[in-house]
């Protein structure tokens, strides 16, 4: 018996939605699978954090000032204080170009965890000062528990305003920022504000991944050594790219000349 054509047209709307549907779904799943692998963190060394990505020339690359979530402060120092960290990140290579002198105040601007507080604690000495400051409270509360435990009486940790440091004017020799400025909006304006903080003859050292890096955020949010220099250029910056051995990052320098006599 032959069927009747409208019990054909009836069946068919179900059929095509069984045939579109299976490969949409088999398609959302895989996105999500994907996706799964691509952390947004600095400093961890996660290979979801590939080099050579899409949107990798130096005309394309910068969407910085993306938005991370680091409340997780003890879920992130598995990452950020990570045994191989050291290998690549070299801090005590990053301390000597600080050019820090005993007795200095230093602030390590989105101190995170506080891997550098440590090196800086003892570059500083017993009469110098160290703030590690972070917009995170769950970071501070972390870094204030380590300084303690640590037993860094010259660790002073801070909550700060992702638009402010909160530094007093002229009030400190040397400011580090590692993996960090990139997640700042205006930082034109903030170069301004570390000038200011900075006492004559002070450095800001600005450290962050370069485009090759299998570590730091995805490469559309990373920028280029050179325009790092502008941006403190523009907040009144003497600006130079440091000779160094870091594998995977770069450092500018920013000075603040020294009073003329």
Same mark, same amino acid.
């Given at each position: 018996?032959? +069927?009747?054509?409208?019990?054909l047209?009836?069946?068919?709307?179900?059929?095509?939605l069984?045939?579109?549907?299976?490969?949409?779904?088999?398609? *959302? $799943?895989?996105?999500?699978?994907?996706c799964?692998?691509?952390?947004?963190?600095?400093?961890? /060394?996660?290979?979801?954090?590939?080099?050579?990505?899409?949107?990798? #020339?130096?005309e394309t690359?910068?969407?910085p000032?993306?938005?991370? &979530?680091?409340?997780? &402060?003890?879920?992130?120092?598995?990452?950020?204080?990570? =045994?191989?960290?050291?290998?690549?990140?070299?801090?005590?290579?990053?301390?000597?170009?600080?050019?820090?002198?005993? /007795?200095? #105040?230093? &602030?390590?601007?989105?101190?995170? #965890?506080?891997?550098? $507080?440590?090196?800086? +604690?003892?570059? !500083?000495? &017993?009469?110098?000062?160290? *703030?590690?400051?972070?917009i995170? =409270?769950?970071?501070?509360?972390?870094?204030a528990?380590?300084?303690?435990?640590?037993?860094? #009486?010259?660790?002073?940790?801070?909550? !700060?305003?992702?638009d402010?440091?909160? *530094?007093?004017?002229?009030?400190?020799?040397?400011?580090l920022?590692?993996?960090?400025?990139?997640?700042?909006?205006?930082?034109?304006?903030?170069?301004?504000?570390?000038?200011?903080? *900075?006492?004559?003859?002070?450095?800001? %050292?600005? !450290?962050?991944?370069?485009?090759? +890096?299998?570590?730091?955020?995805?490469?559309?949010?990373?920028?280029?050594?050179?325009?790092?220099?502008?941006?403190?250029?523009?907040?009144?910056?003497?600006?130079e %790219?440091?000779?160094?051995?870091? =594998?995977?990052?770069?450092?500018?320098a /920013?000075?603040?000349?020294?009073?003329?006599?």
């Amino acid at each position: 018996m032959q +069927s009747k054509p409208g019990n054909l047209d009836n069946r068919f709307p179900s059929r095509a939605l069984l045939f579109i549907g299976i490969p949409l779904l088999f398609s *959302l $799943l895989s996105l999500s699978s994907s996706c799964s692998h691509y952390p947004h963190h600095e400093g961890g /060394g996660s290979p979801g954090h590939l080099p050579h990505a899409e949107g990798s #020339t130096a005309e394309t690359v910068s969407q910085p000032h993306v938005h991370h &979530a680091f409340k997780d &402060a003890e879920l992130w120092s598995k990452r950020f204080d990570a =045994p191989d960290r050291k290998d690549w990140q070299k801090p005590e290579e990053v301390i000597e170009l600080m050019d820090i002198e005993s /007795g200095m #105040t230093v &602030a390590d601007i989105g101190a995170g #965890t506080g891997y550098f $507080l440590g090196y800086l +604690s003892k570059a !500083v000495g &017993a009469q110098g000062m160290v *703030l590690g400051l972070d917009i995170e =409270p769950s970071m501070v509360d972390f870094m204030a528990n380590r300084a303690k435990r640590e037993n860094w #009486t010259n660790v002073e940790v801070r909550v !700060v305003h992702p638009d402010d440091p909160g *530094l007093p004017p002229n009030s400190v020799d040397r400011i580090l920022i590692v993996n960090t400025w990139h997640h700042i909006a205006d930082r034109e304006h903030y170069s301004r504000k570390l000038y200011d903080a *900075l006492k004559p003859g002070g450095k800001v %050292l600005v !450290v962050d991944f370069t485009l090759e +890096s299998p570590h730091g955020p995805p490469v559309s949010q990373r920028l280029r050594p050179e325009e790092v220099m502008a941006e403190l250029q523009a907040g009144g910056f003497e600006v130079e %790219l440091l000779q160094e051995t870091l =594998p995977n990052q770069y450092i500018v320098a /920013g000075h603040h000349p020294p009073e003329r006599e």
